[in-house]
């Protein structure tokens, strides 16, 4: 039987400006197995990196706040972890791999320092046995010459080679749980391919879970297990990969599905995105959030915000429209919505 690792029950992330309490995560929840590859997707500000960000408290600390939920890593809360706790926790525990390498390598020292260090912050060895296992560790990524790169300075490295660095620093730790947001966004596309196909050997190798934030739908299908899509601080529909694209329900996941170009497309060239922009963060929770854009809208869209609902095993949807007792067929617009 597959085993829980992570627990994430209604987290509300909340940031304190002084325009306005903006609801960025308001709600979430979802599970992650152990060894399970979870992919988040939603457009530009739909909360993908605050959820991330939330399950290691790594928030603004004057503005942001978790203000409701629960977090359990391994059944234990990662919200009332003291602060000691929580360096170790994010240090043995979890690995971050973000969008610029350069956000987690320090540019004034060199590869080999910085990695032997992190070895021995988190583990009973020697400088010397440190050195080795960075050596391997960067042999395993698949970077040339480790020895002499360990002498390299970030910035004499491409942007490729320094994601490589981090995945090899993850490795060294042997992580439950990897959190990538965007890992190689940053990359051109034959480097995209090379670093995404090295964390999913590795993540195979350790049975490591991941979670997995992406904007390319093509990265979900290939690598995720399951998808989480959000839009506006909420899940609007999670299931398996297989699921999501063989039967997506949600009017928003249609839309995102709708977007990925395709090379038959005839609209030469022009890329298709969904007419609209997301609400104001501040005046959500509502009504349905997507009920500005969305092209099945009603009246009752706008009365009450639509709850996650399990419309067949493991697939849940969030919509007035598609909740099991009413059904919606992708591109019949009823008279009413129109
Ligand atoms: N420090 C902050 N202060 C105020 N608002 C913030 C802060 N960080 C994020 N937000 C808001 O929270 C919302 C969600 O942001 P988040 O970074 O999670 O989006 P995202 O889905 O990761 O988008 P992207 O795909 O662009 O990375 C956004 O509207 C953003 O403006
Ligand atoms: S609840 Fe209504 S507005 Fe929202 S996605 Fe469903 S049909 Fe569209
Ligand atoms: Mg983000």
């Not at 300075?153 to 620093?169: F, K, N, T």
């Not at 099991?324 to 591109?331: H, I, K």
Request: glycine share 8%; with cysteine.
């Amino acid at each position: 039987m597959s085993e829980t690792l992570l627990r994430v029950s209604g987290l509300k992330t909340y940031f304190y400006t002084a325009s306005g309490v903006s609801k960025a995560v308001d709600g979430v929840s979802f599970e992650l197995n152990r060894g399970e590859v979870l992919g988040i997707v939603g457009e530009s500000g739909s909360g993908k990196s605050v959820t991330s960000n939330s399950l290691i408290r790594l928030l603004p600390p004057r503005t942001g706040r978790i203000v409701d939920g629960e977090i359990l890593f391994e059944g234990r809360n990662i919200l009332t972890m003291s602060h000691k706790e929580l360096l170790e926790f994010r240090g043995k525990e979890i690995a971050t791999i973000f969008q610029d390498p350069m956000t987690s390598l320090d540019p004034v020292f060199k590869i080999g320092k910085q990695m032997v260090e992190m070895i021995c912050a988190h583990q009973k060895v020697s400088k010397k046995e440190a050195r080795e296992m960075a050596i391997h560790a960067l042999k395993r990524v698949g970077i040339p010459e480790p020895e002499k790169r360990m002498e390299a300075y970030p910035y004499e490295l491409s942007g490729g080679m320094c994601q490589r660095v981090i995945i090899a620093m993850a490795v060294c730790c042997k992580p439950k749980f990897i959190i990538a947001d965007e890992p190689t966004t940053a990359l051109d596309v034959t480097v995209q391919a090379q670093v995404l196909d090295l964390l999913k050997d590795l993540q195979k190798e350790m049975n490591t879970s991941i979670l997995l934030i992406t904007h390319n739908l093509g990265v979900v299908w290939e690598m995720c297990d399951k998808v989480m899509v959000m839009y506006a601080g909420n899940t609007v529909e999670s299931a398996d990969t297989k699921t999501l694209y063989s039967n997506p329900l949600h009017p928003y996941t249609w839309g995102l599905l709708d977007s990925i170009p395709r090379l038959s497309d005839e609209t030469k060239g022009e890329l298709r995105t969904i007419p609209g922009t997301p609400p104001d963060l501040r005046l959500t929770g509502k009504c349905c959030n997507f009920y500005n854009r969305c092209p099945y809208v009603t009246d009752k869209c706008c009365e009450s915000v639509p709850p996650l609902v399990e419309v067949e095993p493991g697939h849940f949807v969030a919509c007035h429209r598609q909740n099991g007792e009413e059904r919606l067929v992708r591109g019949e617009v009823t008279h009413d919505a129109e």
